[in-house]
């Protein structure tokens, strides 16, 4: 079982940024789909990018040139760097791993953009 610890949310003012981090119990190198994911109240939960251990990404066209999401395999850990915020992107953020076919999820991290 992996357990997924995020840290790094707050409250923002928009045009500000934010990096969040996902902590991963055990070593993600093997870990080929890392996510992040977000719901904002009274919505679904959306995928927000996901990378690849070969380091493709892909992400939501609403962030698109503003997100970039990393991982550092050595610190078995995701990052997600948010530039520009928008009170649009206000949300809990989750990170999520998929591995032998089961997804985990961390607690999530609220990110709150407003002035």
């Known amino acids: 079982q992996v357990q997924l610890v995020e840290s790094g949310g707050g409250l923002v003012q928009p045009g500000g940024s934010l990096r969040l981090s996902c902590v991963a119990s055990e070593n993600i190198f093997r870990i080929n789909r890392m996510a992040w994911y977000r719901q904002a109240p009274e919505k679904s939960r959306e995928l927000v990018a996901d990378i690849y251990s070969g380091g493709v990404t892909n992400y939501v066209d609403s962030v698109k040139g503003r997100f970039a999401i990393s991982r550092d395999n050595a610190k078995n850990t995701m990052y997600l760097q948010m530039n520009s915020l928008k009170p649009e992107d206000t949300a809990i953020y989750y990170c999520?791993?998929?591995?032998?076919?089961?997804?985990?999820w961390g607690q999530g991290t609220q990110v709150t953009v407003s002035s």
């Open positions: 999520a791993v998929d591995k032998d076919g089961i997804r985990y």
